[in-house]
């Protein structure tokens, strides 16, 4: 061939490589646009945590809604919106439950991946505060507040070929009917053990069961926030809420509110008992609270201690509150008269 030849053959070819360099430029970035599709097409969810009344003594401890479908690779970004803080966990299957201030352990701030094989778990979260996880593999993922036991979620991650059943409209239309639902229900504030006509519920709740597990109300309140009695008179304080904790404190708040303070003793029946001889005096009833749910594979847990009983030896005005919750404004009085 001669050299001529050869440049002749190149010359007609360059139509040709010219049309394959455009091809190979167009299927590049179609091979790219592929690589960047999943990212282009994952879905952002939204739901929120918890929810409250004006008054701040209504608190709703439940992801709302607490069910989700989304596709593999989407994310959902959970806020909270009530002043009771709350935790946004996923454990791994078989997962001990830790302490909330122990974490996974440790804990993600502002974003985690979740795809079921590492827990992950957020601090506590305050009001107006957001976490997001991305999903990126299929399956059932059980969502829990460390917390509060009876606020749990489901979120089914499927194939992004797989139809999803419900849009973001339908969720939030969602979260508003179950709010509003756990908000309004009265029950929960009713006292239900009438022990002595000197008796205080404290609190009460009620959990409401769902597809996707448990939401709860909390009343963050003393039924009877002002009780009058005469001096020598016992008042006795019923925790009344299955999940949640509270305390009775009258005076200094100790700094681990878990014991009661020192000057209480225990009655025969398991109720702690305070005497108060000065509206000085200081008397701290320790954490109030049910006994868990027991569950086939777990040990028997003991009865807890849901009684705290204070006896008034002098005249006065004795203001207490919940060490836990007076925050949220559970405080009361007790008037004793001579
Ligand atoms: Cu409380």
Redesign the pocket.
Known sequence: MSTNLVQQLSEQDLPTHHLFNIFSKVRLMLIAGLLLLPQLLAAQWNATVGAESNDLGRQALAFLPNEIWVHAGDSITWTVTAAEPHTVTFLTDGQIRPPFNVGCPGFSAGSATFDGTSCITTGILSKGEKFTVVFPVTGNFKLVCLIHEDMTGIVHVLAPSQPLPHDQEFYDRLAQTESGALLADRDAAKPKHRHSHNGVAV?GGEIVATGAGSDTLSV?RFNDPVITVHAGETVEWTNEDSVTT??VTFGTEPQDPFPPSPNVTVDPDGARHGVLNSTSDSVHSGFLQAAPQDRVGLAQASPEVTRFRVTFSKPGIYPYI?A??DGLG?KGKVVVLP
């Open positions: 609190g963050m509270h305390t919940c836990l919750h559970m």
